[in-house]
Nanobody
Framework: QVQLVESGGGLVQPGGSLRLSCAAS????????MGWYRQAPGRQRELVAI???????TYAASVKGRFTISRDNAKAMVYLQMNSLKPEDTAVYYC????????????WGQGTQVIVSS
């Protein structure tokens, strides 16, 4: 059974920081591209950051320079360090695991809420 479980969300003031974590199980973690997506109320889900199995990164322009994605293959964990948070970062953040080689797979966590407000 594949599981992705996010944690670390919460309420933070503008300019503050938060670190999200995602624990994966049921997959060969090192073979998957890992990503963070977010969805704000009334808006489509959007890509935040991706860290591939070969360590390439992609960031949305809106978060570049503020957010950092990282992974620990030994622990099957992926993280999103969020700094200089803005109210427009408010959203539910989802963890994603995807691979196209070695058999396809595309899995999602339940999400964790991030609210940036004064």
């Amino acid at each position: 059974q594949v599981q992705l479980v996010e944690s670390g969300g919460g309420l933070v003031q503008p300019g503050g920081s938060l670190r999200l974590s995602c624990a994966a199980s049921g997959i060969i973690f090192r073979t998957y591209d890992m990503g963070w997506y977010r969805q704000a109320p009334g808006r489509q889900r959007e890509l935040v950051a991706i860290l591939t199995s070969d360590r390439s990164t992609t960031y949305a322009a809106s978060v570049k320079g503020r957010f950092t994605i990282s992974r620990d293959n030994a622990k099957a964990m992926v993280y999103l360090q969020m700094n200089s948070l803005k109210p427009e970062d408010t959203a539910v953040y989802y963890c994603n695991a995807k691979r196209l080689r070695l058999g396809s797979g595309d899995y999602w966590g339940q999400g964790t809420q991030v609210i940036v407000s004064s």
